[in-house]
C-alpha cells in the first residue's frame, strides 16, 4: 500500500502542503540479522517489569524523501541517535503496550493486536509522525516474536511484554514536522502483576493535578502523558496510596486511575444495576482492556453498560447510601485493579469488594472479567480476540 503522506515545506514564511509517494512498511522486505551471542532467560519467579528483555528487536527507519525503508530484526541494543534529534526537545514519541503468549500447547497467540496498532497509528497522527501500514507492521512484530519465542513463558499468568515505539530523529532544532522518524519494538517477559492473588488499592482523588484535559492528548498513547504523573504518584505514595485517581473538572469527573482506565459497578440512582466508566471525550485513553470489559458486559446482558460521566460526589453518596457494588481499574499489565478505598475531600471512603468474603481483595465481577479475559489470552476458550501467531 502506498499512501499520499503531506510534507510541510517552508516558503518566504508561509507554509505549504506537497504530495508525493512514500514507501510503506513491506513485511516481505523484511532482514533479520540473529543475535551471536543469546542471553539468559531469568527464571519465571524472578522477573520483574521492564527489567530484563530479549535477544533481538525490531527497527524501521522513515524519512520524507523516500517513506519506510526496509524492516530490520537485529540483535536488541543501543539507539544511535543526534543530541539534536526533536525527539529530544520536543516529545515527539508515542508508544504501544501488548502482549504474546502460549497457550498449554506452547501455540503463540496475541490479544486483540489490531487494537493496539489501531492506537498507535492515532497516536501517530496526533504528533505529526509518519503513517503506516498498520498490517503491515503486524506482521513485522509477529515474526520478531517468532525469532524471540523461546522467551515467551510458557506458564499461565506469564507473557511476553511488547512496546512498540515511534519516535522523530530529524536532527534540527524548531518545532514542526520531523523529516525523519523510527518505529522501534522491543520485549521482555513478565509475570503476573499479582503474583500472590488480587491485591486490592487504595486511591488519592486528585483534583490539583490534571492527567488531560479537552483538545489535548488523553486520548493518545504519547510519552508527554506519563512524565508529569510520576510527581503526583510520589506523593500520594508518601501519604499511603497506590495511586492518583485523577479528576478533572468543577463537578470532580472521573476519569482514570493512575495509568489505567476506572470502571464503576452500583446500583445507579435510578436503582439499577449498572456498569459505567468514563467517555471516551478525548481525555480518556481508548483501553484495548476497557473495551474488552464494554464488549463482554454487553454480551452477557446482565446489566445496564454505560460511557458517561461520573463525578466523585456521586460515588460517595453511593457509598453513603449503600449502592456501590465495585470499582477497579483496566490495563493491559493487570488486566483489573480492584479498588478498595479512596480519600477525597480529607477522608477515606470504603469501596466494597466482595461482601460474601470479607477476606477476598476482589470483587466478583472484577474476578469474572479478570478470568474471562485471560481465558482468552491463553487459549483456553476459542474467541477472536486471541489471535494465533503462525510459524
Known amino acids: 500500500m502506498v499512501f499520499l503522506r503531506p510534507i510541510l515545506a517552508q516558503t518566504q514564511g508561509i507554509r505549504r502542503f506537497s504530495t508525493a509517494k512514500l ?18 532467560i531469568p527464571p519465571n519467579k524472578d522477573l520483574v517489569f521492564g527489567q530484563s528483555f530479549a535477544d533481538h528487536m525490531l527497527e524501521i527507519d522513515w524519512n520524507n524523501k523516500s517513506g519506510w525503508e526496509a524492516p530490520r530484526i537485529k540483535e536488541y541494543g543501543n539507539l544511535s541517535i543526534s543530541p539534536s534529534a526533536t525527539v529530544f526537545h520536543y516529545g515527539l514519541e508515542c508508544f504501544e503496550g501488548m502482549k504474546a503468549y502460549k497457550d498449554k500447547n506452547g501455540t503463540i497467540r496475541m490479544f486483540r493486536p489490531d487494537m493496539n496498532m489501531n492506537r498507535f497509528l492515532k497516536s501517530c497522527q496526533r504528533l505529526t509522525l509518519p503513517e503506516f501500514n498498520k498490517e503491515e507492521l503486524l506482521e513485522c512484530i509477529k515474526k520478531l516474536l517468532l525469532v524471540d519465542q523461546r522467551w ?12 512498540p515505539t515511534a519516535i522523530a530523529t530529524q536532527e534540527s532544532l524548531g518545532v514542526g514536522p520531523s523529516s525523519k522518524s523510527k518505529i522501534f519494538v522491543i520485549n521482555c517477559p513478565v509475570g503476573p502483576y499479582y503474583k500472590t492473588g488480587f491485591a486490592a488499592v487504595s486511591l488519592s482523588a ?16 504519547v510519552g508527554g502523558n506519563y512524565a508529569p504523573g510520576i510527581r503526583p504518584q510520589m506523593e500520594v505514595g508518601q501519604k499511603g496510596y497506590a495511586q492518583n485517581l485523577w479528576l478533572f473538572g468543577e463537578n470532580d469527573n472521573l476519569t482514570e486511575v493512575g ?27 481508548p483501553g484495548v482492556t476497557r473495551d474488552s470489559i464494554l464488549s463482554l458486559a454487553r454480551l452477557w446482558g446482565e446489566f445496564k453498560v454505560s460511557e458517561r460521566n461520573v463525578t ?14 465495585e470499582m477497579f481499574g483496566a490495563g493491559t499489565a493487570a488486566i483489573v485493579s480492584p479498588i478498595k478505598n479512596i480519600f477525597y475531600k480529607g477522608r477515606d471512603w470504603p469501596i466494597p469488594l466482595d461482601p460474601k ?19 482468552i489470552q491463553y487459549g483456553e476458550v476459542e474467541h477472536e480476540w486471541s489471535v494465533v501467531v503462525k510459524q
Not at 315 to 324: N, S
Open 312 to 325: 466523585m460526589p456521586e460515588v460517595t453518596q453511593a457509598i453513603d447510601e449503600g449502592r456501590l457494588l
Open 357 to 375: 468474603d470479607s477476606s477476598s481483595q476482589a470483587g466478583v465481577l472484577t474476578k469474572r472479567f479478570a478470568d474471562t479475559i485471560m481465558s
Open 206 to 221: 486528585t483534583s490539583h493535578y490534571v492527567r488531560a484535559w479537552p483538545g489535548g492528548t488523553g486520548d493518545a498513547k
Open 152 to 163: 515467551i513463558p510458557s506458564e499461565r499468568g506469564y507473557s511476553l511484554y511488547l512496546r
Open 23 to 40: 514507501r510503506d512498511i513491506l513485511s516481505k522486505d523484511i532482514k533479520i540479522t540473529p543475535s551471536k551471542t543469546l542471553k539468559s
Open 259 to 285: 495509568t489505567m482506565n476506572l470502571f464503576v459497578f452500583w446500583k445507579n440512582a435510578q436503582g439499577e444495576v449498572e456498569l459505567v466508566t468514563p467517555p471516551l471525550d478525548g481525555t480518556i485513553l
